[in-house]
């Protein structure tokens, strides 16, 4: 039987439901988020009892004051945030609304709370923006849960890599000609069982990587990168698992999305755009080598195409192949958490279904994209777009 928490206070008399603004005052007056109305200036012209539930300010002491006095975020660092990421001034600029599930708010008493703030521009009869109008909720249990689950994860997949690593490893030796004798049938069993192992070790490698992003902790050491370098050197690595399954691989540069980054053939060599982005390159290795390594394992025959390309403000990244492709059914649904298409070739596919929701984690950090463009039958190809930095912006964040 479901429990319903009885409310202490807000009960309606509907008997007293006289007009709109009363029902509306009821409403605001009793729900449990916070509704607080700005004006273009800045200024709270509206706070309900949620809200100094909330913040800790009273309704008294926050109306005809700046919103920024009451309504004070900070970052995971605890660092007060600038307004081009505070969702009200956003608002108040744009025009459009805003969610942010990840707000952290600092009270009266300056202790932090974990919010959902979602931010509504209000305008009048003739579409002129009057403010904006923030609802508040307190997520502070749902995250704390979130943060446990996340953390029981995290250890179990860390403790649990430690001893399948050891018995893959002495597995490994088992199989090795020189150091151990076996029969043919020994070998095979063991065969089989290193391929699980191994499984079982990437699987838990995975669970970790995946909590670690959930919960921000996924640790990123970002630098300025020209991206041109760092791909032609990463598919170099990546080069013998394409060719090993008879797969042919070929690396387009600069092949287009604007003139400024086409290339150009001058007598023989390559003149190319300088792509500058701001990331970890580790990081970006692990997610475009997992969308390299799903297009070899997804992909029969043919051939499977990197490629890089950039406009002012973007570089952008494709991986193609010429494999199965996915369903139109399966597309939206590709980066979840576990996430795997049943059929016959995935099924004799080994694979976690955590490496799309990774990667998606992974080029979020940077502020890119990532999308899926695929037919059945016909082969995918993935993009990645990354903020591009122009050179006078790289040469200062190098110097910093
Ligand atoms: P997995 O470990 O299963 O490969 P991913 O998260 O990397 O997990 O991919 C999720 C699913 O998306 C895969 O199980 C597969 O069905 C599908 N998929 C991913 N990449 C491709 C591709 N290049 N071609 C066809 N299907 C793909």
Redesign the pocket.
Known sequence: MRLFKRKKSGGADTSSLHNEKQKADIIINSIDDGVVLVDKKNIVNMFNPAATKITGWTKEESLGLDFRSILRFVDEKGQPINDDQNAVCVVLQSGESLRDDDAILVKKDNKQLYVDISVSPMHDSKGELLGAAAIIRDVESQRREAKQHADFISTASHEMRTPVAAIEGYLALALNEKVSKIDSNARSYLEKAHSSTSHLGKLFQDLLTSSKAEDGRLTSHPEVVEMGDFIEKLVDDLRFSAENKGLRLELLVGSGRDAESSAIDVNKKIIRPLLYAYVDPDRLREAIT?LFD??V???ESGKISVGITGDKSVVQFHIS?T????SKADIPH?FQKF???DNTS?RTIG???????ICKKIIELYNGQIWVD?EEGKG?T?YINLPRLDSSKAAVKEEN
């Open positions: 997992n799903n297009a394992k997804y992909t192949d494999g199965a492709g996915i590709l996430y795997r298409i995935t694979g976690t279904g955590l490496g799309l929701f695929s995918s993935f």
